[in-house]
């Protein structure tokens, strides 16, 4: 079967009988229709065979996400679990078909959402997947620049990007590997001593990884205005959905009340400040469509994050002036919630001198708080 896409030149041919072979029927052949699937892909991966992974590509793109992700499951217990190393040989396809590897980077996030240990995603796969887009991040973009897309996009299949699912690795890994720290004892109990056992909790490859995928996707959410425009859809079509975020808003709640804050500080101001991060720059570049004030609801009951609020709060529009005093910058914040606006200070006290205004100086660097 595999050799039969290989040699078969006409494309359309070739995805017509894929599609007839492998499209879920909602019968009982599905589940052969799928193990069937998976080897074949399988062996496409192993011996570079790139029609069948384009096809494969159409396949994903097409089914409902219910199928997507068993598809990936297999591939992931294939090259990452059963043989060790095997894990090269699936990291080789990135040049052989690119629009296969994002569809797969997406179904793989769709399957791995950190809602338990069991789906945080195999260190060796974390690995491929932030190499690939670090090399490129344009591959995270393929089918979106590739597809005709329309503005309502079909429910229950994969999204165009894997973004979201992205946001949701980055945001919720510090919370989530911090939770994997404390195993449960055999009477319930939660132990308070962290393990020592090998590749349990976030290790600092682990933390260089999301460090790493988080900048990625920043930059590639930075790209988006311009694509969307490009394509007519900038204000119709949102790539990073709103109603995605609500739940990961309410997993991070959730985790973050789970684990002692105490104990978990810097886990919880880490996974908040990512979340501001990709936040803003998602609603700057058209890829989510929301309000302000959709935000202060939706995150009213997070932690107190000092980004977080300032990203919440948004800028505000300064009335003209004819003329600032020198050294004067308006303000580009409202206070954030929960604290008032600091009253103006009176007149200067008598007994102290006063001083005249900073007067800024071109070609100074200042300090600035690298992207975590």
Known sequence: ??????EQTKDSVRQIIFSSLFSPQGNKADD???SLLGKLVSMAVA?????????????LQRTPVVYCVRLAKALVDDYCCLVPGSIQTLKQIFSASPRFCCQFITSVTALYDLSSDDLIPPMDLLEMIVTWIFEDTRLILITFLNTPIAANLPIGFLELTPLVGLIRWCVKAPLA???R???PLSNGHVSNKVTKEPGVGMDRDS???YSKLHLSVLQVLMTLQLHLTEKNLYGRLGLVLFDHMVPLVEEINRLADELNPLNASQEIELSLD??????QVAMASGALLCTRDDLRTLCSRLPHNNLLQLVISGPVQQSPHAALPPGFYPHIHTPPLGYGAVPAHPAAHPALPTHPGHTFISGVTFPFRPIR
């Open 47 to 59: 011996v570079c065979r790139i029609p069948v992974l384009e096809c494969a590509a159409s396949w």
């Open 177 to 179: 590997y911090k939770r």
């Open 32 to 34: 052969s229709r799928m």
């Open 274 to 279: 990512r979340l501001a991060q990709a936040l």
């Open 1 to 6: 079967m595999c050799n039969y896409f290989q």
């Open 207 to 209: 933390h260089l990884l």
């Open 181 to 183: 720290k404390k195993p």
